[in-house]
């Protein structure tokens, strides 16, 4: 199982890396081989990675980190190949045809989800809770989010999630998914409080279902999954 | 309260009064135990005299020391540097650093010439403008509390405007952070300084043009725009300070750790600035033994216990590698309340691995999600309710412990206040 992490020097904002030490964690502890590859802009994309991820970033290394991987091509071909894409805040706005720059002006995005984003009124910053398309099979999705955007799902992508708190893409729904393209504005370290939503990414990349991991391995995380749900309020 | 001061211009009657009337409130809030009290008496002023910053740092030479991390520290190693000078300094020695801390910290010192002020690094730029400083001191920019902080990256944008309408006042930056180095560069006058840099995860790229840049030991370039690190003329190395003359001595410093060494090395060159040389101020400075209750140790049930405050990812860096080695028990504690920032993600930015193997406790209104992080990275833990419980539970002569605001507050009120 190859991680590929899309350029930390520029996508690493606040505890982005927990995604990579999550998959990697839970791949192991059932035995399959992981290889990590931390991918910086300034080197190439590899097309053999099983599943790639994006992290958050400030409004400029976001600009630049697109212009890079548009014209780098490499995860383009990843995702037309099959491979399964995870992104969290910045990264899964960069991810449709178009976000809002620096100052707010249209840019276009990478056109991987059909989603288009902007410029909100003001920051959604808190706890979200958001429970997921139940074509997924995944419990209710509990994270923090703290993002300007708003995004407008297209007709080719499902909403990853309907907001029970917070506001996710401002519309009522959290985050979208298309094949085994997943984005969400559950910021930083989504999987930490949402190992189903990682086995998910694990299975799609591993084309077959996982053995469930043994209770003592996930006990601490689903205590702080149940203390967090218990501890925001459903609005 | 006397306001006439020698040397100085007489404030204007409702400023004298705006004073008077937030210090009464300041030692109203001390008097019921509310902290110091100088973030009130402040706000109480600045509602009657919003110009109050201004007058009242009119004919002052004030140092502004700003950054994410060793502000408290830095701010405290300068005041000692300068009393050399043998005269009164204004200085907010409690770390109450926004507007309303840094009026407060000047009401109450009405005849002090100098004044050495740790100022939050969102608001350095109207107090640049306000207070019209002789000196800036940059010392670091990283990650901090992202739920209600600005993105750095946009900070140093905010801090290069500020310093280039400031043509009058010098920086002492550090040369070696890169998003330091490039807001510090349009300002007219630069002390660099050679402070190093633990923390790196904010600065792999340019800060004027988003290249990767090329880092070899402390030196980084831009091989796109040709950015890079400017000469300097003060270096830390192996604590020991270099001066300009080249001159090389140990700092002997009594606060531990390479971030103390460089916050030593930055104030330095901040009272060269004053005229004050390198001997007398490390005299001075190596009487500083804690900071605002940080590095003090304190007995606990027949336990030494060392207290450390770290509040982000780089924070916690450069703390482990302050600690006393294994086998003395480490306790880590955090929480996430509004000081703390509510969102815990930065804990996933710290590398644990080193604990592996010493025995770690592991305590805080967050101790789950601490839990989880050390869980990824092998480390073994044992889960404690209170700062007793971990002294029990360490079973060790001694116990360090690394807590973030809140989780250190919360220690401290337990095992008493030392200063
Ligand atoms: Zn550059």
């Not at chain 1, 086995?199 to 053995?211: C, E, F, H, R």
């Not at chain 2, 971030?259 to 060269?272: P, Y």
């Not at chain 2, 040389?277 to 190596?286: E, F, I």
Request: with cysteine; glycine share 10%.
């Amino acid at each position: 199982m190859r991680l590929v992490w899309i350029y930390p020097d520029l996508l690493s904002t606040y505890g982005d890396r927990g995604n990579l030490l999550v998959l990697e964690r839970r791949a192991r502890l059932r035995g399959l081989p992981v290889e990590v590859v931390e991918v910086n802009s300034d080197q190439r994309v590899p097309l053999d990675g099983d599943i790639y991820l994006m992290g958050g970033g400030e409004d400029l290394p976001q600009v630049l980190a697109t212009r890079r991987l548009q014209a780098d091509g490499g995860l383009h071909e990843a995702v037309r190949q099959g491979a399964v894409l995870f992104a969290v805040c910045a990264g899964y706005q960069m991810l449709g045809t178009e976000f809002g720059g620096a100052d707010g002006q249209p840019l276009p995005g990478l056109g991987l989800l059909d989603i288009s984003s902007g410029r909100g009124e003001r920051r959604g910053v808190g706890e979200i809770l958001a429970d997921v398309d139940p074509a997924l099979g995944v419990p209710r999705l509990t994270g923090f989010e703290n993002h300007q955007g708003v995004t407008r799902l297209g007709g080719d992508v499902k909403p990853l999630a309907r907001v029970v708190t917070g506001v996710g893409n401002g519309d009522g729904t959290e985050g979208a998914h298309s094949g085994r393209v997943l984005g969400t504005y559950l910021h930083g370290p989504a999987l930490v409080r949402n190992p189903g939503l990682a086995d998910l990414l694990l299975t799609w990349a591993a084309g077959q279902q996982l053995p469930p991991l043994p209770p003592q391995a996930e006990e601490l995380a689903l205590r702080l999954r149940d203390e967090r749900l218990a501890a925001v309020p459903a609005q | 309260m006397d306001t006439t001061l020698p040397g100085r211009p007489r404030l204007p009657m409702r400023a004298r009064l705006a004073t008077t009337v937030g210090g009464a409130a300041a030692t109203v809030s001390r008097l019921a135990g509310k902290g110091d009290g100088s973030v009130i008496g402040g706000v109480i002023s600045l509602r009657l005299e919003p110009d109050l910053l201004s007058l009242l740092a009119a004919g002052r030479q004030v140092v502004l020391v700003t950054g994410t991390n060793g502000k408290t520290t830095t701010t405290r190693l300068i005041t000692a540097a300068l009393s050399v000078l043998g005269q009164p300094i204004a200085s907010n020695v409690y770390g109450a650093n926004m507007e309303a801390g840094l009026t407060s910290a000047l009401s109450r010192a009405p005849d002090a010439p100098l004044a050495v002020l740790e100022t939050d690094e969102k608001y350095i730029p109207p107090v640049i403008k306000a207070t019209q400083p002789k000196v800036v001191v940059l010392l670091n920019l990283s990650r901090d509390q992202m739920d209600r902080a600005a993105e750095i990256w946009m900070l140093a944008r905010r801090w290069r405007e500020a310093l280039a309408a400031a043509p009058d006042c010098r920086v002492v930056a550090n040369a070696d952070d890169p998003l330091v180095a490039w807001a510090a560069s349009a300002a007219s006058t630069v002390t660099w300084v050679a402070a190093g840099q633990r923390w790196r995860e904010d600065s792999w790229c340019c800060p004027n043009c988003g290249a990767h840049l090329l880092r070899e030991g402390d030196e980084w370039t831009c091989r796109e725009c040709g950015n890079r690190r400017p000469p300097v003329s003060w270096v830390l190395s192996d604590g020991n300070v270099v001066d300009p003359a080249g001159q090389s001595q140990p700092l002997g410093l009594a606060l531990p750790g390479r971030a103390n060494a460089s916050n030593a090395v930055i104030a330095l060159a901040v009272a060269e600035a004053f005229g004050v040389g390198v001997d007398s101020a490390l005299a001075k400075m190596r009487g500083v033994t804690s900071v605002a209750g940080r590095y003090t140790q304190v007995q606990r049930r027949g336990t030494e216990i060392r207290l450390l405050l770290a509040k982000n990812p780089a924070g916690w860096l450069e703390a482990l590698d302050v600690m006393v080695p294994a086998p003395v028990p480490v306790l880590l504690a955090v929480n996430a309340q509004t000081p703390d920032g509510r969102d815990t993600s930065w804990l996933w930015d710290v590398d644990y691995r080193r604990l592996r193997g010493r025995p770690v406790l592991v305590g805080g209104e967050r101790r789950l999600d601490l839990a989880v992080r050390l869980e990824a990275d092998d480390v073994a833990f044992r889960l404690v309710d209170s700062i007793d419980d971990a002294v029990d539970a360490a079973h060790s002569p001694r116990l360090e412990v690394l807590a973030n605001y809140t989780a250190f507050q919360q220690y401290r009120a337990v095992v008493g206040r030392t200063e």
